[in-house]
């Protein structure tokens, strides 16, 4: 698969976010941010995506910035060319510091 941005959509009553897009590390990568305080990463496992942490965010954005991003091939994000979907893949794509808006 190469760089594509996932494109179904899920009802805002489930998940009721912005979600938002930017080009990492050769693909389109899918996040949301919500809330307002110290930053909360949210990193899910594999196979999953941001999804998951929908009642968490819900629960937590009053008190903090809660931040859930989609590894390359998960949920909404894209997939660069030659990613492996294994723990090093995502540990070096992780690891990326060039970010541009998308």
């Keep these: 698969m190469t760089n594509v941005r996932r494109t179904f959509d899920v009802p805002y009553e489930l998940f009721p976010v912005q979600h938002r897009f930017l080009y990492l ?3 389109t990568m899918h ?3 919500e809330g307002l305080g110290e930053t ?3 990193l899910h ?11 968490i965010i819900a629960a937590l954005k ?8 989609d590894y390359p091939g998960c ?3 894209g997939t660069p060319a030659g990613y492996g979907f294994t723990r090093v893949s995502i540990a070096s ?3 990326i510091s060039s970010i541009t808006s998308a």
């Design 93 to 95: 794509w992780l690891s």
């Design 25 to 27: 590390g050769g693909a």
């Design 62 to 69: 009053r008190d903090f910035l809660c931040v859930a991003l």
């Design 40 to 42: 909360l990463l949210l």
């Design 75 to 77: 949920g909404k994000s």
């Design 45 to 55: 496992g594999n196979p999953a995506w941001c999804f998951l942490f929908r009642k």
């Design 31 to 33: 996040y949301v941010d």
